[in-house]
């Protein structure tokens, strides 16, 4: 774990800042907030892990979830279909990261920025009846000079594309080299006569701002870079954060409540610190970045006379309009190695599909990659590839079959939209606690028949693709039955410009307590075409722009 | 991430089992040097950390059977049962108890079919035969998800022995490549396209 060199603090003494959670948003906050020369307290739940702690453990990352809470870490979870089940405890529903940095470690860093439909496509198509589909209350314009600050301050590789919006500057990183898995994509697309072009990722292909490029080991989807080349906020902002002399980092540090005084202004936030004992941090601000199932669980779990129902939730929008994406999967075998568990998980996407044609009588879109079936690592791919092409699966045929489907298999995956629903949420579940006696998050989640449409829609595409990319056996799926967890958790408190259905307005305010901010992946007004991080940086360098211009005109 | 084996893994959860309890914090370096502690015990004969020696004999067993040494090693060159013995402390509880109970049954089996005390002791086609029928239960679904954990996962957590579970796989567990990985990007670049 690493030093923590940086001012220090007392809970008694009031700070500009509390940020709670140091992710993908938080990380950026903390940054923006602390160089402005704000005082500025970081509280996260997780260690302090850096590239020398990180290894190519499948077994520890994967499955005993040693860079993600769950159950077994003391954070149990419930999951249900709808709100008529009782829903039942799992080891992980709503999957994230438990160290500095959040998921911005561990993540896949595919960096797909919206286009400019994401945010009026409400208005463009129609709303969809039974849905809470509405536009974001800013538009491309407004966001696109924070996803160029993300390209270069968080480091992105990649080349503008045939259906690109409009960007300020270029890439600073080239594309990453193509891999096998994406040449068999990019040919079979190509005779389609579509359009596939680099995959945009947040690994550097070159060395930037002070980091190395990749080195190919193959480890990044699920696992922390071990040369600093993946651009997490972990490598790219906290070390400036604690460089700026005004920002201390507490980890190990497990939010319960954030409290308000008799005017509803936030002005403690109560946490366990690393021993277990309660704290309280005094302060006169707070930024929730606590993810999209944190996030809403601290919100409702802060009521109290003023705000009955939860913090900041006159709207009864928090935790509510959970999205996850949807996906499909589509693996073929091939008669040479692909080895497409080399290097990083994608190097190309189809974008042709971003939004499909409304006539098809359902509403969706999204892109497809080419990747290796199991994120490329072994014991994962052991484990289900009896799944993607039947036979045994166990004796000698199974372990024959291991040592050739390994290699010479490709997977083009499908990364699509998700409707917000109410019916689809985080809660407090009634009945089971986690081990600091705060109620477990509740998921309540039924993908809309249309995100299933839309999921079917990309695996039948897929298919296509596969079978003109010449692949000898072809398998496919999607979630048919919905999906039961997620690693994307989007929209739970979302921003808008009608306090009835939003939480957040366009700067990240809450509606309902002025000195309260939330951004992560609970702000999405939309679910992106099923690659959110980069969309949720850019938010957060443009809500930190945002809160010390209102710091500066004295109106926190 | 992985979507599509999530739900796959959370069945094996012991989630009631570690509720309540104080937050726990291994890190990845303390449960390898946990394994690396017993790996030594183990070398000086002091044998295993929580499985009995019926039950490593007949672990042992089952893993041959589900991973079998063939023309390449199988699941007992690759010491899977070290790695089941290390990843069956109290975390991993409900699974344990899954064995030991589905070994019960197993044993009996061999009893009544095959007039034998223990499973490790009848041939081959025996033991295939027994696990062939057992081939639903959560005793099987969990002995099967162990063994290919132990055959895969890092030499450091006690199985895949000189990793030849990763040779097995054609997976070579370096720390760079150089493009090009694989066939078809080398003709990609050849071809110039």
Same mark, same amino acid.
């Given at each position: 774990?690493?030093?923590?060199?940086?001012? !220090?603090?007392?809970?008694?003494?009031?700070?500009?800042?509390? +940020?709670? *959670?140091?992710?993908?948003?938080?990380?950026?906050?903390?940054?923006?907030?602390?160089?402005?020369?704000?005082?500025?307290?970081?509280?996260?739940?997780?260690?302090?892990?850096?590239?020398?702690?990180? =290894?190519?453990?499948?077994?520890?990352?994967?499955?005993?979830?040693?860079?993600?809470?769950?159950?077994?870490?003391?954070? @149990?979870?419930?999951?249900? =279909?709808?709100?008529?089940?009782?829903?039942?405890?799992?080891?992980?529903?709503?999957?994230?990261?438990?160290?500095?940095?959040?998921?911005?470690?561990?993540?896949?860093?595919?960096?797909?920025?919206?286009?400019?439909?994401?945010?009026?496509?409400?208005?463009?198509?129609?709303?969809?009846?039974?849905?809470?589909?509405?536009?974001?209350?800013?538009?491309?314009?407004?966001?696109?000079?924070?996803?160029?600050?993300?390209?270069?301050?968080?480091?992105?590789?990649?080349?503008?594309?045939?259906?690109?919006?409009?960007?300020?500057?270029?890439?600073?990183?080239?594309?990453?080299?193509?891999?096998?898995?994406?040449? &068999?994509?990019?040919?079979?697309? =190509?005779?389609?006569?579509?359009?596939?072009?680099?995959?945009?990722?947040?690994?550097?292909?070159?060395?930037?701002?002070?980091?190395?490029?990749?080195?190919?080991?193959?480890?990044?989807?699920?696992?922390?870079?071990? +040369?600093?080349?993946?651009? !997490?906020?972990?490598?790219?902002?906290?070390?400036?954060?604690?460089?700026? *002399?005004?920002?201390?980092?507490?980890?190990?540090?497990?939010?319960?409540?954030?409290?308000?005084?008799?005017?509803?202004?936030?002005?403690?936030?109560?946490?366990?610190?690393?021993?277990?004992?309660?704290?309280?941090?005094?302060?006169?601000?707070?930024?929730?970045?606590?993810?999209?199932?944190?996030?809403?669980?601290?919100?409702?779990?802060?009521?109290?006379?003023?705000?009955?129902?939860?913090?900041?939730?006159?709207?009864?929008?928090?935790?509510?309009?959970?999205?996850?994406?949807?996906?499909?999967?589509?693996?073929?075998?091939?008669?040479?190695?692909?080895?497409?568990?080399? !290097?990083?998980?994608?190097?190309? @996407?189809?974008?042709?599909?971003?939004?499909?044609?409304?006539?098809?009588?359902?509403?969706?879109?999204?892109?497809?990659?080419?990747?290796?079936?199991?994120?490329?690592?072994?014991?994962?791919?052991?484990?289900?590839?009896?799944?993607?092409?039947?036979?045994?699966?166990?004796?000698?045929?199974?372990?024959?079959?291991?040592?050739?489907?390994?290699?010479?298999?490709?997977?083009?995956?499908?990364?699509?939209?998700?409707?917000?629903?109410?019916?689809?949420?985080?809660?407090?579940?009634?009945?089971?606690?986690?081990?600091?006696?705060?109620?477990?998050?509740?998921?309540?989640?039924?993908?809309?028949?249309?995100? &299933?449409?839309?999921?079917?829609?990309?695996?039948?595409?897929?298919?296509?693709?596969?079978?003109?990319? *010449?692949?000898?056996?072809?398998? *496919?799926?999607?979630?048919?039955?919905?999906?039961?967890?997620?690693?994307?958790?989007?929209?739970?408190?979302?921003?808008?410009?009608?306090?009835?259905?939003?939480?957040?307005?366009?700067?990240?305010?809450?509606?309902?307590?002025?000195?309260?901010?939330?951004?992560?992946?609970?702000?999405?007004?939309?679910?992106?075409?099923?690659?959110?991080?980069?969309?949720?940086?850019?938010?957060?360098?443009?809500?930190?722009?945002?809160?010390?211009?209102?710091?500066?005109?004295?109106?926190? | 991430?992985?979507?599509?084996?999530?739900?796959?893994?959370?069945?094996?959860?012991?989630?009631?089992?570690?509720?309540?309890?104080?937050?726990?914090?291994?890190?990845?370096?303390?449960?390898?040097?946990?394994?690396?502690?017993?790996?030594?015990?183990?070398?000086?004969?002091?044998?295993?950390?929580?499985?009995?020696?019926?039950?490593?004999?007949?672990?042992?067993?089952?893993?041959?059977?589900?991973?079998?040494?063939?023309?390449?090693?199988?699941?007992?060159?690759?010491?899977?049962?070290?790695?089941?013995?290390?990843?069956?402390?109290?975390?991993?509880?409900?699974?344990?108890?899954?064995?030991?109970?589905?070994?019960?049954?197993?044993?009996?089996?061999?009893?009544?079919?095959?007039?034998?005390?223990?499973?490790?002791?009848?041939?081959?086609?025996?033991?295939?035969?027994?696990?062939?029928?057992?081939?639903?239960?959560?005793?099987?679904?969990?002995?099967?998800?162990?063994?290919?954990?132990?055959?895969?996962?890092?030499?450091?957590?006690?199985?895949?022995?000189?990793?030849?579970?990763?040779?097995?796989?054609?997976?070579?567990?370096?720390?760079?490549?150089?493009?090009?990985?694989?066939?078809?990007?080398?003709?990609?670049?050849?071809?110039?396209?």
């Amino acid at each position: 774990m690493a030093e923590l060199q940086s001012v !220090s603090f007392s809970t008694r003494e009031e700070v500009d800042f509390v +940020v709670i *959670g140091s992710g993908s948003a938080g990380g950026i906050i903390a940054k923006e907030l602390a160089t402005a020369g704000h005082s500025v307290v970081v509280l996260e739940q997780g260690p302090y892990l850096q590239a020398s702690d990180f =290894k190519h453990d499948e077994w520890g990352y994967e499955h005993n979830y040693d860079l993600t809470w769950s159950a077994r870490k003391g954070n @149990v979870q419930t999951f249900r =279909k709808n709100e008529n089940e009782e829903a039942e405890p799992r080891e992980a529903v709503l999957r994230y990261a438990h160290n500095v940095g959040g998921s911005s470690v561990h993540y896949s860093g595919n960096f797909w920025r919206l286009r400019p439909i994401d945010f009026n496509e409400a208005s463009v198509r129609g709303t969809i009846p039974g849905t809470n589909f509405v536009d974001w209350p800013i538009t491309y314009e407004d966001l696109e000079p924070y996803y160029t600050k993300v390209d270069w301050e968080i480091g992105v590789s990649g080349l503008q594309g045939p259906w690109d919006p409009y960007r300020s500057r270029d890439y600073p990183c080239p594309p990453m080299p193509i891999k096998g898995s994406d040449v &068999l994509l990019e040919r079979a697309a =190509k005779s389609l006569g579509l359009n596939p072009y680099p995959a945009p990722v947040a690994i550097l292909s070159a060395p930037h701002n002070g980091r190395p490029g990749c080195i190919h080991c193959g480890y990044c989807n699920g696992y922390g870079c071990e +040369v600093n080349a993946k651009s !997490s906020s972990m490598v790219a902002m906290i070390p400036l954060a604690l460089a700026s *002399g005004n920002c201390e980092l507490r980890t190990m540090a497990t939010v319960s409540r954030i409290n308000t005084n008799d005017g509803g202004r936030v002005n403690e936030v109560v946490y366990f610190d690393s021993n277990g004992v309660e704290q309280a941090q005094k302060t006169r601000a707070a930024v929730v970045c606590a993810n999209g199932a944190e996030t809403p669980r601290l919100l409702l779990m802060s009521s109290s006379n003023i705000f009955p129902d939860g913090l900041a939730n006159s709207s009864g929008s928090v935790g509510q309009n959970l999205m996850f994406n949807g996906y499909s999967s589509v693996t073929g075998l091939f008669d040479e190695p692909v080895n497409a568990w080399k !290097s990083i998980p994608a190097t190309r @996407v189809v974008h042709d599909f971003y939004e499909l044609d409304p006539s098809l009588g359902f509403y969706g879109g999204g892109g497809i990659d080419g990747r290796h079936p199991s994120a490329g690592t072994p014991l994962k791919f052991a484990l289900g590839a009896h799944d993607l092409f039947g036979g045994p699966n166990w004796g000698s045929e199974f372990k024959d079959s291991l040592a050739f489907q390994f290699s010479h298999c490709a997977a083009f995956d499908g990364h699509t939209t998700s409707l917000p629903l109410s019916s689809n949420n985080v809660t407090l579940d009634p009945t089971y606690k986690d081990s600091f006696g705060r109620p477990a998050i509740r998921c309540t989640y039924m993908d809309h028949p249309d995100d &299933l449409s839309t999921m079917k829609w990309f695996k039948d595409k897929s298919i296509e693709l596969m079978e003109a990319a *010449g692949a000898n056996r072809i398998s *496919g799926s999607y979630p048919e039955s919905g999906q039961t967890g997620n690693v994307h958790l989007l929209g739970t408190c979302r921003m808008g410009s009608d306090p009835a259905n939003s939480v957040i307005n366009a700067d990240h305010r809450a509606h309902d307590v002025p000195n309260l901010f939330t951004c992560d992946g609970s702000s999405l007004v939309t679910s992106s075409r099923g690659q959110p991080t980069m969309t949720i940086m850019a938010l957060a360098f443009r809500a930190a722009d945002l809160i010390n211009e209102a710091a500066r005109r004295n109106e926190i | 991430m992985g979507k599509d084996f999530i739900t796959r893994r959370a069945f094996l959860g012991s989630v009631k089992s570690s509720v309540g309890k104080s937050i726990i914090l291994l890190s990845s370096s303390a449960i390898v040097a946990a394994c690396r502690d017993s790996k030594f015990a183990r070398a000086a004969g002091e044998g295993f950390v929580n499985l009995n020696e019926t039950e490593a004999s007949e672990f042992e067993a089952i893993a041959g059977r589900i991973l079998p040494s063939t023309t390449s090693p199988g699941a007992k060159e690759a010491g899977v049962v070290y790695f089941i013995d290390n990843v069956l402390d109290d975390s991993r509880g409900a699974e344990f108890d899954v064995l030991k109970k589905g070994l019960q049954e197993l044993r009996a089996s061999a009893s009544q079919k095959f007039n034998s005390p223990s499973f490790f002791s009848l041939n081959e086609a025996q033991q295939d035969s027994l696990l062939r029928q057992a081939e639903s239960t959560a005793f099987f679904s969990t002995m099967r998800y162990l063994v290919i954990a132990g055959m895969f996962a890092l030499p450091e957590y006690g199985g895949n022995k000189d990793s030849v579970g990763y040779d097995l796989m054609g997976f070579d567990d370096r720390h760079s490549w150089l493009s090009p990985y694989g066939y078809y990007d080398a003709d990609y670049l050849e071809k110039g396209e």
